[in-house]
């Protein structure tokens, strides 16, 4: 799928201001993209991959993308739905043998009847009830009534790959591939890490800035994604920005809204599948990515057919400097950075 970039008319203020913005905040490298009247304007690898061998980045330099994973996920579960392959508030149970569920996610007898109540729809939206992720120690219950409130769950979107792994009958990186990644042409995007290509990778830190090695882990649409910033664009346009006229709109990450505790009541709702901020000027969609070893975020308005898109190799700096990105990107003031709670930069230009 070619997707057109257009051509830079001017500097943009970000782009301006970015050398500071890392420098303030000890990011070692940065993958952005700038969407601009439904078209990538902008993108850009800064920094180096490794703090060592000062290997500079490129626009093809992967990252770590942790939690925007999921919302990839849920566009792929949502064209399974659209082809009548999965209901969305068909239990899941319906779908897995007993005995697959036991021994692949609860390791164990199901102790928790709620359990039998989860559907897709309340795994995409956050209200499954699940943990955001299970303490190994003790059996996986739930923490309320599948459906009723809203609780970010990781664990949700990890029994969901399972179930869509038993019913496509592929392992969940070759069925994303097939139906995400090679259509939108995402070629440097993957749930699993390839050693073979590992020099295409950047290397990865802890909020303290110590390297993090690289290790080889199973494929966990919650949170082993690994991309760039125009891959992830290219995904954006696609699933919040789409030109085609077949797009179910109840079926569309942006749908199936269910209130959230986060910032101010009625501020942010959940989809299926991508959170959306309700503004004085129009609904923005986001999702942020918060690992021990990354950190970066998502965020757009369908309607006006912009976003930004960032990543970061190191914990928590690249939320500490979003609020900063995305006045610059956006000019518009996120209120999700106060509610992390984290202390913003204010490096300008």
């Known amino acids: ?23 303030s905040a000890s990011i070692p490298a940065l993958s952005i993209a700038l969407i601009d009247n439904g078209q990538i304007s902008w993108c850009e690898g800064l920094g180096v991959k490794d703090t060592i ?74 209200t499954s009830g699940l943990p955001n992720w299970r303490t190994e120690e003790k059996a996986l219950v739930t923490l309320f009534t599948p459906g ?12 969901l790959q399972l179930v869509v792994e038993h019913l496509v009958k592929q392992p969940i990186e070759a069925f994303m591939q097939q139906t995400v990644f090679k259509p939108l042409g995402m ?13 295409a990778y950047t290397r990865s830190y802890d909020g303290t800035g110590r390297l993090v090695p690289d290790e080889v882990e199973a494929a ?30 109840s079926t569309t990450l942006l749908s199936s809204l269910v209130k959230t505790d986060i910032c101010q009541p009625g501020q942010v709702s959940w989809g299926l599948g991508i959170a959306v901020q309700h503004t004085t000027n129009g609904d923005l969609f986001c999702q942020w990515a918060k690992s021990p070893t990354a950190s970066g975020y998502v965020i757009g308005s369908s309607s006006q057919k912009k976003a930004v898109v960032y990543l970061v190799n190191i914990a928590n700096q690249g939320l500490r400097v979003g609020k900063r990105m995305v006045e610059l990107g956006l000019n518009y003031v996120d209120p999700l950075f106060a509610y992390f709670g ?7 230009p």
Do not use: C, W
Not at 62 to 74: C, D, E, N, Q
Not at 187 to 199: M, N, T
């Open 1 to 23: 799928m070619s997707l057109p970039i257009l051509a830079q008319s001017h500097r943009p203020p970000l782009q301006t201001a970015l050398p500071s913005i890392m420098d």
């Open 53 to 126: 061998t000062k290997q500079p980045v490129s626009a093809t330099t992967i990252f770590r993308a942790a939690s925007l994973g999921k919302p990839v996920f849920a566009y792929a579960v949502l064209q399974l739905s659209q082809q009548g392959k999965i209901a969305l508030d068909t239990p899941l149970v319906k779908y897995v043998p007993t005995g697959y569920l036991q021994t692949q996610f609860l390791k164990g007898p199901m102790l928790d009847d709620r359990i039998a109540l989860i559907t897709a729809r309340m795994i995409l939206n956050h």
């Open 148 to 159: 009723s409130r809203y609780s970010y769950s990781g664990e949700g979107y990890y029994l």
């Open 187 to 199: 070629s440097h995007s993957s749930y699993v890490y390839h050693p073979a290509d590992s020099l």
């Open 220 to 249: 966990n649409v919650a949170h082993t994604l690994r991309t760039t910033a125009g891959d992830y664009a290219r995904f954006v346009l696609a699933a919040m920005m789409p030109t085609g006229v077949d797009t179910n709109p």
């Open 342 to 348: 984290v202390r913003p930069y204010n490096a300008r």
